[in-house]
């Protein structure tokens, strides 16, 4: 399932407390989108790591209790106890067979030990497949029959819209709209130590908004997404400073119209990046009317992008002689 339809099955199974198992390769933001409906729906959110806790973690440890005279379970402090939220079980699958049994009861029946969850908390776990070759635990039947199980895959327009609305480097998107198998290149059957992830491509966008010497870029982006990528990344930045002014575009709607191909990937991420930092109607306008004359591929590939980031377009009378023009590709 795509990253969108993820998010949508995940926000109903929340909302009926609906025990969720969400399976996928590392890297691809499993955790993220959890944090995201938290969010959203401004609830709490705990996540927990299985693969670093013991049994009794979950379960707490027993004490005598002077005034029943009997042994009693401290339950510990890091579950809930009031309100409503996500208790999220990452690399559940990680965790040695002993600390999935302490998770048992807790998934099924919502308690453990003297510990019961918060009606209003939702149970959603997450661990990369046996397939992926890391460190996982065969699931038992049991276990596994506690959950909805959902598998998350790569989808480079999910990957987009979420690259936009996060101020992702526009080189990187522009990239990877150019090559979209390298966005994520994990292979499991290979021994390489870096591969392209959505994740390794945010350790990217933070080497380009650091202050690292230019010379030490290529080896430290190969150390996040491998060498060879690096490379072709690299080569396919430098056409930035082909690109005509994307300002005088949005402020004018006109200026030149690149004939290359990489070029006008660059360009049509250029411009929808810089519009999202500065929106006007008058900017969109701008935009629209340049695109008239833009490779067809490119206006359609601009005006998509800005309607998946929200950004209306009806009120411009502009729309409607770019939608007399390119309808046909729409359809």
Do not use: C
């Amino acid at each position: 399932m795509r990253a969108s339809e993820i998010t949508a099955s995940l926000e109903a199974l929340i909302e009926e407390k609906i025990p969720t198992f969400l399976w996928g390769p590392p890297g691809i933001g499993k955790s993220s989108i959890v944090k995201q409906i938290a969010d959203k729906n401004e609830i709490g959110f705990i996540d927990l790591r299985l693969s670093l806790m013991d049994p009794t973690d979950l379960k707490g440890i027993p004490f005598y209790d002077k005034h029943d005279h009997q042994a009693v379970w401290a339950s510990p402090s890091f579950l809930p106890t009031e309100g409503s939220g996500i208790l999220f079980l990452d690399e559940l699958n990680a965790a040695p067979p002993s600390v999935q049994a302490s998770a048992y009861q807790l998934i099924l029946d919502r308690r453990v030990g003297e510990y019961m969850l918060p009606d209003g908390w939702a149970i959603v776990a997450a661990g990369n497949r046996e397939s992926d070759r890391g460190v996982v635990y065969r699931m038992s039947s049991p276990l596994a029959n506690r959950f909805v199980h959902l598998e998350m895959e790569v989808h480079v327009d999910d990957w987009r819209d979420w690259a936009y609305l996060n101020g992702v480097d526009e080189r990187i998107i522009a990239y990877i709209g150019y090559k979209n198998e390298d966005l994520f290149t994990f292979d499991p059957t290979a021994n390489e130590k870096s591969f392209a992830t959505p994740r390794s491509w945010e350790f990217v966008h933070g080497v380009l908004r650091s202050s690292m010497n230019e010379r030490l870029l290529l080896d430290t982006i190969g150390g996040a997404v491998g060498k060879e990528l690096a490379v072709r990344f690299l080569s396919f930045a430098r056409v930035m400073h082909r690109l005509p002014d994307l300002e005088k575009i949005l402020e004018e709607g006109s200026g030149e119209y690149p004939k290359e191909v990489d070029v006008l990937y660059a360009l049509s991420t250029g411009l929808v990046s810089k519009l999202l930092a500065d929106q006007t109607e008058e900017r969109v306008d701008n935009l629209l009317r340049y695109t008239l004359e833009l490779e067809s591929e490119f206006a359609v590939m601009i005006v998509q992008d800005l309607q998946r980031a929200g950004i209306s377009m009806e009120h411009s009378e502009t729309f409607g002689d770019w939608v007399k023009k390119f309808a046909y590709l729409l359809a």
